[in-house]
Antibody, heavy 118, light 110 residues
Framework: QVQLQESGPGLVKPSDTLSLTCDVSGYSITSGLYWGWIRQSPGKGPEWIALIYYTGDSYYSPSLKSRVTISVDTSKNNFSLKLRSVTAADTAVYYC???????????WGQGALVTVSS | QSALTQPRSVSGSPGQSVTISCTGTSSDVGGYNYVSWYQQHPGKAPKLMIYDVSKRPSGVPDRFSASKSDNTASLTISGLQAEDESDYYCCSYAGSYTLVFGGGTKLTVL
């Protein structure tokens, strides 16, 4: 059974870069499927951020594309997120998840709360 | 790419049925049969309840059903139970390898 676990700093200063990693166990990233990041601000619905395939093919939300980079490390079976120039509006719980071919998320990490504050 | 529109809240008594709508556009909900629904309890990650508009993953009770008409998808929960009280979110493929979520609906079991 696949398991996903987010890790990274819980506090980031305004204008800095938010960095998170998602470790995947129980499933090889190179077996296919897409992997992604989703965030959820307090009291709001989820917001899709980015997708990546094990080959490195990546796709981004139009609203965040200019500040986001998603990458994959097949040797470590994980993938990562970088969000640059953060503001308080980027404070959220960040989830990593597995995307099945017909565009639904079947497995999620437990989520990582990231607060942007000085 | 705007968030899909869901009612902020719905409610029902145990045993009753409720329906949650999810309205998008012809570029997302109306354009593809790739709508999914998620249940989220406080402090927990979302859980997949419905995929491909109306399919239920193994382990999801058949009290949960869903459909789509034009630009609106709907999730129906019949025979409401106390444990169904939760937040529900829809999600749709929006073309060009992008996805969009709904704003969420809080279900209260009275």
């Amino acid at each position: 059974q696949v398991q996903l676990q987010e890790s990274g700093p819980g506090l980031v200063k305004p204008s800095d870069t938010l960095s998170l990693t998602c470790d995947v166990s129980g499933y090889s990233i190179t077996s296919g499927l897409y992997w992604g990041w989703i965030r959820q601000s307090p009291g709001k619905g989820p917001e899709w951020i980015a997708l990546i395939y094990y080959t490195g093919d990546s796709y981004y939300s139009p609203s965040l594309k200019s500040r986001v980079t998603i990458s994959v490390d097949t040797s470590k079976n994980n993938f990562s997120l970088k969000l640059r120039s953060v503001t308080a509006a980027d404070t959220a719980v960040y989830y990593c998840a597995r995307l099945i071919n017909s565009w639904y998320w079947d497995s999620w990490g437990q989520g990582a709360l990231v607060t942007v504050s000085s | 790419q705007s968030a899909l529109t869901q009612p902020r809240s719905v409610s029902g008594s145990p045993g009753q049925s409720v329906t949650i709508s999810c309205t998008g556009t012809s570029s997302d909900v109306g354009g593809y049969n790739y709508v999914s629904w998620y249940q989220q309890h406080p402090g927990k990650a979302p859980k997949l309840m419905i995929y491909d508009v109306s399919k239920r993953p193994s382990g999801v009770p058949d009290r949960f059903s869903a459909s789509k008409s034009d630009n609106t998808a709907s999730l129906t929960i019949s025979g409401l139970q106390a444990e169904d009280e939760s937040d529900y979110y829809c999600c749709s493929y929006a073309g060009s390898y992008t996805l969009v979520f709904g704003g969420g609906t809080k279900l209260t079991v009275l």
